[in-house]
């Protein structure tokens, strides 16, 4: 059965800030990108807000005092070169979650070329530091997750979820959380709770880049949980209107 989508009543207007290219970024990545000035959802209903304001609040100590610094410490010390190979490495790893996912959706195709690439890029790639797949034999990279999956099932979005360390989510994006990481091939190849480790330093990693920008853009907001909320709903409106 599909689950209810906490997406805004329809026709209500989208910012240009907000979707101002061609392909909708993550929600993650739209937290850090946009413009601050999202719509107001005044009326929406938060059946968990009581648990999603306690998640939050332990987010923000976690990310002021533990995450924030050393992600700005991370980003200054770690060479670009380096951080570059690092991402590319994490990168990598996920194209068997990409070729899962896209063969469950009966995307064949790209599927295929999620593997190949993930073939080239951990021999002649190094691990993945590198990318001969794209450099050299011209496969692009066409990533693909399980929230995707249960989106092309019906699966709707189900109620605003603030997730421990990863921050606001949905209940369809939550649980794709989970099953993305049983598909990843580091903990299958790693004992625990090694992989668990290695995968977290990778979501550490690509943190550390935006860690300053998130910080001065929690700081702008009177109410930083109503704010991220509005800005997650906004983001589920765009992407909306751009499969539509």
Same mark, same amino acid.
């Given at each position: 059965?599909?689950?209810?989508?906490?997406?805004?009543?329809?026709?209500?207007?989208?910012?240009?800030?907000? #979707?101002?290219?061609?392909?909708? =970024?993550?929600? *993650?990545? =739209?937290?850090? *990108?946009?413009?601050?000035?999202?719509?107001?959802? *005044?009326?929406?209903?938060?059946?968990?807000?009581?648990?999603?304001? #306690?998640?939050?609040?332990?987010?923000?100590?976690?990310?002021?005092?533990?995450?924030?610094? /050393?992600?700005?410490?991370?980003?200054?010390?770690?060479?670009?070169?380096?951080?570059?190979?690092? /991402?590319? !490495?994490?990168?990598?790893?996920? &194209?068997?979650?990409?070729?899962?996912?896209?063969?469950?959706? #009966?995307?064949?195709?790209?599927?295929?070329?999620?593997?190949?690439? !993930?073939?080239?890029?951990?021999?002649?790639?190094?691990?993945?530091?590198?990318?001969?797949?794209? =450099?050299?034999?011209?496969?692009?990279?066409?990533?693909?997750?399980?929230?995707?999956?249960? /989106? &092309?099932?019906?699966?709707?979005?189900?109620?605003?979820?603030?997730?421990? !360390?990863?921050?606001?989510?949905?209940?369809?994006?939550?649980?794709?959380?989970?099953?993305?990481?049983? !598909?990843?091939?580091?903990?299958?190849?790693?004992?625990?709770?090694?992989?668990?480790?290695?995968?977290?330093?990778?979501?550490?990693?690509?943190?550390?880049?935006?860690?300053?920008?998130?910080?001065?853009?929690?700081?702008?907001? *009177?109410?930083?949980?109503?704010?991220?909320?509005?800005? &997650?709903?906004?983001?589920?409106?765009?992407? #909306?209107?751009?499969?539509?």
């Amino acid at each position: 059965m599909q689950a209810a989508d906490p997406v805004p009543a329809a026709g209500q207007p989208v910012p240009v800030d907000a #979707a101002a290219t061609d392909e909708p =970024a993550s929600t *993650e990545q =739209a937290v850090i *990108e946009v413009d601050p000035n999202v719509v107001s959802y *005044e009326d929406y209903a938060d059946p968990l807000e009581p648990f999603n304001r #306690a998640m939050f609040k332990f987010n923000d100590v976690v990310g002021r005092y533990v995450l924030i610094p /050393a992600g700005k410490g991370y980003a200054k010390v770690v060479p670009d070169v380096v951080d570059r190979r690092v /991402a590319s !490495f994490f990168d990598n790893v996920e &194209h068997p979650v990409y070729a899962i996912n896209q063969a469950l959706q #009966a995307d064949f195709k790209p599927a295929g070329t999620n593997l190949l690439r !993930f073939g080239i890029n951990t021999t002649i790639g190094l691990l993945g530091l590198f990318d001969p797949a794209e =450099a050299v034999f011209g496969l692009e990279r066409e990533p693909s997750d399980f929230a995707e999956t249960l /989106a &092309h099932y019906d699966f709707g979005y189900g109620n605003y979820i603030v997730l421990p !360390f990863f921050g606001p989510s949905d209940t369809r994006n939550g649980i794709a959380r989970g099953v993305d990481f049983l !598909f990843n091939p580091i903990p299958w190849v790693t004992e625990s709770p090694d992989g668990f480790l290695i995968l977290s330093y990778g979501w550490f990693q690509d943190f550390a880049q935006s860690a300053e920008t998130y910080e001065k853009l929690l700081e702008r907001p *009177e109410d930083p949980y109503t704010f991220l909320r509005n800005l &997650h709903l906004q983001g589920i409106q765009r992407d #909306a209107a751009y499969r539509d």
